[in-house]
C-alpha cells in the first residue's frame, strides 16, 4: 500500500510498526484544523494497512503534543461556522472515534509535552509510554476554560477521581514518573530509552495472533460500561465470533502446543504462531 504524503503528518514505517507521528514541531504539534483533517484520513488509511501491526502515536520534534492551536483551530474559525463544524467533526473523529477502535494495537508514545486536548488521543490509545522528562498539564483553568471536547470525559476514565480533580482544577503539570504513578500511562523511561522501550512492547504485541489481540481490545473497552450479565453474554458472543474470524485458529494451536506436545506454557510468553491461511 502506497503511504500518503501529508502537511501536518509523518508516517514512517519499519518491521510490521507504523510510527504516527504528528508534524508541527515548530508549534510543539499543536493541533490545527489541518492536521486534524490530514491525521483522521491518516487513520482510516492505516486501519486497513496489511504492513500495519502496531500502531505508534507520537509528536515530531521536542513535544507529543500541546494541544489546541488555539489562534487556528479557534479564533481563525470564528466567523466561519462551517470550517468549524468540519474541523471540530475531524477532531473528535480522529482523537477517539479513529483510535480507539483502531483494528491493531495503538500505543502512545509520548516524548515530551502534552497539554490539554492533547489528553485524548494518549486516553484512546491501548497502551501510553512516557518519557521521565516528558511534562503533562491542563491548564484550562488558568486561562478561564475548563478541559473541553472530551477531555474531561477521558480524564475522569483514566484518572483516579481525586488525581483528576487535583490536575484538572489545579493546572498543575506532572512529569513522565508521576503519570505512571498515577495510571496515566502504562511505562515512564529516560527519553534516551524512549524509542527502543517503545519497539520492545510492539514486538511483543507481534508475536499474539492479531485477531485474538483484536477482539481481546475491543471487548475490554466495550464491557467497561456494561453490568455483570451483560459481560458474560457480551463476551461469550465475543468469544464464539471469534473463533470464526481467526484464520490462524490460535484457540486449537494453544491448546495443542500446551496439553499434547508440551511445548508452550501460559505466563511464559506467546506460544507459536502458524503461518496465516491465504484469504
Known sequence: MTTKKYETVLIEKQDGITWLIMNRPDKRNAMSPQLHLDMDDALAELAVDPQTQVLVLTGAGEAFCAGQDIKLYFRANDDAPAAR??????????????????????????????????????????????????????????????????????????????????????????????????????????????????????????????????????????????????AADYLNAKSEALRFVDREDSRSQGMKQFLDEKSYRPGFGAFKRPKATPA
Open 85 to 230: 463544524a468540519k474541523a471540530r467533526h475531524a477532531s473528535n473523529q480522529w482523537r477517539w472515534q479513529r483510535l480507539s477502535t483502531f483494528p491493531q494495537p495503538t500505543i502512545a508514545m509520548v516524548n515530551g509535552y502534552c497539554f490539554g486536548g492533547g489528553f485524548t488521543q494518549v486516553c484512546a490509545c491501548d497502551f501510553a509510554i512516557a518519557a521521565d522528562e516528558a511534562l503533562f498539564g491542563l491548564s484550562e483553568v488558568n486561562w478561564g476554560i475548563l478541559p473541553g471536547g472530551i477531555v474531561s470525559w477521558n480524564i475522569a476514565q483514566t484518572l483516579n477521581f481525586r488525581d483528576g480533580m487535583y490536575y484538572a482544577l489545579t493546572g498543575d503539570t506532572f512529569d513522565g514518573k508521576k503519570a505512571k504513578e498515577i495510571g496515566f500511562v502504562n511505562f515512564s523511561y529516560p527519553k534516551a530509552k524512549l524509542k527502543e522501550e517503545t519497539i520492545k512492547l510492539a514486538k511483543k504485541l507481534m508475536e499474539k495472533s492479531p485477531a485474538v489481540l483484536r477482539y481481546t481490545k475491543e471487548a475490554l473497552r466495550a464491557v467497561r460500561f456494561m453490568n455483570e450479565p451483560q
